[in-house]
């Protein structure tokens, strides 16, 4: 990239650059301790922040504000309100206070609520977080905001974030006192997310009514070519991609969002983007930008992206990687086990309370990943299984379980990679391999957590890793506070963990089948189900913790868990109706078609005084595909309409919701795959697997 192109990053980012510039010395200052050392909101900045932030946004263009909030559907949302507030002989007003900025309002009752808000009772509030930037995108300036209803209970993705940050860094520090730090005045987890997302010509998109309507094909013959040569990962990006790729930088590079590594997926058509590590808060609002504006970027590039978890089968998802660690404001990242990790007490005791954390509530974290399109995608071959599992790798499994045994640890030098070719370096090895396979990694000072969809928002996710960790925190805290020997309490808590919660830690294949009867035999959770892994939100233990934590009330967990039974079932409906009007208006009349031009073919043959007898077998069987692919069609017409006529509650119908996905649906879509392997392209209706992945 040119110098004028890294000229351009934050340049729409109400950053610190920014505010410096723009605001008193004594408002900039509140700001940062707001954002940096979790000081409480003060009101008196709003109105000085408020004018600076609008002259700075109109100077770039901008003439309209949002409010912008990630409500339960996991997307952007907010309105858009002009800064006119009135006329004056002629002249607009532009106006906006500190109110304006610090308060909205939306209809909270308009979106999934759970049952916290009844249609009656409509008012949400969005509050300014001012601890994640504002900026400006287009001509609106963005403000970024929680969204409560007028109870003050979370109808959004950010307050428990930021809930979660907060006890986490109250429950940190008590941790870091105890081990001797007095400088570090707050600690908070940062995040980076690798997103994976496929691209589409769009005008094969607009062809495909399951691309349009559900984001992933539902139905589809595989091609005779897929990702078996492993030729696309880190490939050579074609040129229609890579100029998409820049635009995107720079878009994002605009907003202060340093997306950093950018390559070919696994899978024809998939690519991946990831970003720098940002604090949690931020990294969520970072995410939720990069995911929108791939979807605007693309289409300008004449693309579609598709950000479904299994946009085709067959092939690779997509998933979004969640690298969490937790940093001091001094910069110190916990999860560093430094040249002498034996000896660093506040890793070993940071990495003790992410394993019990993991243990103890891997219920919650299998449920903070499950999203409908995450089914067809656990457990492939991209992606971990449902059973929540650790990978430490060697030597840290090792330091572990000597020290818990009261063993003293010898570190093994690190080798070098020795490749037999002289004239290359001699690198040194890191102390494991990765682990693909792993639901949740340790990768030299952070963990992994690789479950998590790609179309999803991480907020749930990081906002139960935070409050977990806590929670595990305040009981360390409570035995390090006040120990007469501080040495002894951390080693007595490593022989804890590794007694009561190494049953987590698993170091090998969690593709095998193997390991799916080992973690049975742990007791290990596994649930491949979106329907059973909701359950998570209202099991006791989980409701206990988060009301330690408050991270959510009960009310908040069980609103939850209906809005997430809700959701699923409403996927599998609209995935259902949206085959039911392929299948009925498009697939079968070009089978029909196509059977009319065959039969047409065979009559005049004989009519001619010659038997084509690959003619009739192929009429047989093709008529005995439709007549499957028609029983099938109906079978699952019937099956909507069973259920569009019972009153069954949110569970039961999720269950029943499932159970059309694995058969009515299924078969409908095996039948019908089967039939586009019977029907020459021409008269097949919509665009095929290797059109759409391979036409780019």
């Not at 570190?411 to 792993?438: I, Q, Y």
Request: hydrophobic share 40%.
């Amino acid at each position: 990239m040119e110098k004028d192109t890294f000229s351009l990053f934050g340049s729409h980012l109400f950053d610190d650059r920014t505010m410096q510039e723009r605001l008193p010395q004594n408002v900039y200052d509140c700001l940062r301790k707001i954002r940096d050392e979790n000081q409480a909101w003060d009101p008196q900045v709003a109105d000085v922040v408020a004018g600076a932030m609008k002259d700075w946004a109109i100077e770039l263009g901008a003439t309209h504000y949002i409010h912008w909030f990630s409500p339960m559907t996991g997307t952007g949302s907010g309105k858009h309100d002009s800064f006119i507030d009135g006329v004056r002989e002629g002249e607009p007003i532009m106006r906006f206070s500190g109110k304006m900025l610090a308060k909205g309002e939306s209809d909270a009752s308009s979106f999934p609520s759970g049952g916290l808000r009844a249609t009656f009772e409509a008012r949400g509030y969005t509050a300014w977080d001012p601890t994640s930037p504002a900026f400006v995108l287009g001509t609106t300036l963005y403000i970024p905001t929680a969204f409560c209803a007028y109870t003050g209970e979370a109808l959004d993705q950010k307050t428990p974030v930021l809930r979660s940050m907060q006890v986490l860094n109250k429950q940190a520090l008590r941790i870091l006192r105890a081990l001797g730090d007095t400088e570090s005045v707050s600690v908070q987890p940062t995040v980076g997310a690798e997103q994976e997302y496929f691209l589409v010509d769009k005008d094969l998109f607009d062809q495909r009514l399951d691309l349009k309507v559900a984001g992933h094909t539902l139905l589809g013959a595989l091609p005779p070519k897929g990702q078996e040569l492993e030729d696309h990962y880190y490939g050579s990006i074609n040129e229609r991609v890579r100029a998409f790729m820049r635009e995107l930088d720079e878009e994002l590079w605009r907003l202060g969002v340093p997306a950093k590594t950018e390559h070919n997926e696994v899978a024809p058509g998939q690519y991946e983007l990831a970003s720098v590590f940002a604090t949690a808060n931020i990294a969520c609002d970072h995410n939720q930008i990069m995911m929108e504006l791939m979807r605007k970027v693309a289409l300008r590039h004449g693309f579609a992206c598709l950000l479904d978890e299994k946009p085709f089968a067959g092939i690779n998802g997509s998933g979004k990687h969640n690298n969490w660690s937790i940093v001091t404001s001094n910069g110190r990242n916990l999860l560093d086990p430094g040249d002498e990790p034996e000896k660093n007490l506040i890793f070993l005791v940071s990495l003790c309370a992410v394993i019990t954390a993991v243990d103890k509530y891997a219920d919650l974290l299998r449920m903070s990943a499950a999203c409908p399109g995450n089914e067809a995608r656990l457990g492939g071959n991209e992606a971990p299984p449902a059973i929540v599992s650790v990978f430490l790798g060697n030597t840290i499994t090792n330091l572990l379980k000597e020290l818990a045994e009261g063993h003293t640890f010898e570190k093994a030098a690190r080798g070098e990679l020795h490749t037999g070719v002289k004239s290359l370096p001699l690198l040194a090895l890191d102390d494991s391999d990765r682990n693909r396979t792993s639901p949740f990694a340790f990768t030299g000072n952070k963990f992994e957590f690789r479950m998590v969809g790609s179309s999803q928002s991480i907020g749930l996710a990081n906002a139960v890793t935070n409050a977990i960790v806590a929670d595990v925190f305040h009981d360390f805290a409570d035995k390090l506070e006040g120990a007469l020997d501080v040495h002894a309490v951390v080693h007595e808590i490593i022989a804890e963990t590794w007694r009561d919660h190494s049953r987590v830690i698993f170091n090998g294949n969690n593709y095998s089948a193997e390991w799916a009867a080992e973690a049975e035999r742990r007791g290990l959770p596994n649930l491949p189900s979106m329907v059973d892994a909701a359950n998570a939100f209202i099991e006791p233990k989980n409701l206990e913790m988060f009301q330690r934590t408050k991270v959510f009330t009960n009310t908040e967990c069980h609103a939850r868990y209906e809005i997430m039974l809700e959701d699923y079932a409403k996927h599998i409906h609209i995935d259902a109706s949206t085959m039911v009007s392929m299948v009925g208006r498009h697939i079968v009349p070009a089978g029909y078609e196509y059977l009319s031009s065959l039969s047409r073919a065979e009559y005049y043959t004989e009519q001619n005084g010659f038997a084509c007898a690959s003619a009739k077998a192929s009429i047989e069987k093709l008529c005995v595909t439709i007549d499957r692919t028609v029983g099938a069609l109906e079978a699952l017409r019937r099956a909507l309409a069973e259920l569009d006529s019972s009153h069954l509650g949110e569970r039961a119908r999720a269950e029943r919701c499932r159970e059309l996905a694995h058969n009515e649906m299924a078969a409908l879509r095996s039948a019908a795959d089967e039939l586009e392997t019977q029907v020459p392209q021409a008269h097949w209706p919509i665009p095929d697997y290797c059109t759409l992945l391979f036409d780019l």
